[in-house]
């Protein structure tokens, strides 16, 4: 796909399918971010970016956003950037992310900004995996992180330039 937004994409409803995918950013750029404050329900993955997509202000799951969905909640990979908000974040939950595999995955991707979680994150698997040619600023905890195995887990691949800050409850 060659698809170029100069703006954001911005979720303030409901996103209710039963396909693979509820937002799908595939090679694709966006200048500024990919935000949900509504619902996303139904779909396998809720907010997926991939294949070489640029993403210019990061993806963030918002105060009252809810992702609900079967096998992950945010996912960056497949050589995807992501930016970082004047904040610093590049993926961001403050809202709830409840999913029966991972919460939010991150594999062979670029993230220019932090990773911050102040939400909740109810996970089958893992809450947040980074794994395979991965980078990133920092890992913020401060809200909650349910998991069936493994709270954060980093692979081998992983490069944090920060620091790893765990505030809240895992």
């Known amino acids: 796909a060659n698809v170029t937004i100069g703006g954001s994409i911005i979720n303030d ?3 209710d399918v039963g396909g693979d995918y509820a937002i799908h950013v595939d090679g694709a750029s966006i200048a500024v971010g990919l935000v949900n404050q509504g619902a996303i329900t139904g779909a396998l993955e ?3 970016i991939d294949e070489n997509s640029v993403i210019g202000a990061g ?5 009252g956003g809810q992702i609900s969905v079967e096998q992950y909640g945010i996912r960056v990979s497949d050589n995807a950037s ?5 904040d610093g974040v590049a993926i961001g939950n403050a809202g709830d992310i409840t999913v029966t595999a991972d919460g939010v995955r991150v594999e062979s991707a670029t ?5 911050v979680n102040s939400g909740s994150i109810v996970a ?21 992180i349910d998991a069936g195995d493994t709270g954060i887990e980093m692979r081998s ?4 330039t920060g620091d790893i ?4 409850t895992i």
Not at 59 to 63: F, P, S
Not at 82 to 86: E, H, I, K, L, R
């Open 157 to 160: 691949g992983t490069q944090v």
């Open 59 to 63: 993806v963030h799951n918002a105060a």
């Open 82 to 86: 992501v930016g970082a908000n004047g």
């Open 124 to 144: 089958g698997a893992r809450g947040m995996i980074f794994s395979s040619d991965t980078s990133l600023a920092s890992l913020i905890n401060d809200g909650t």
């Open 111 to 115: 993230l220019d900004g932090n990773v």
């Open 165 to 168: 800050i765990h505030r809240g």
């Open 46 to 48: 809720g907010m997926v």
């Open 13 to 15: 409803g409901v996103i």
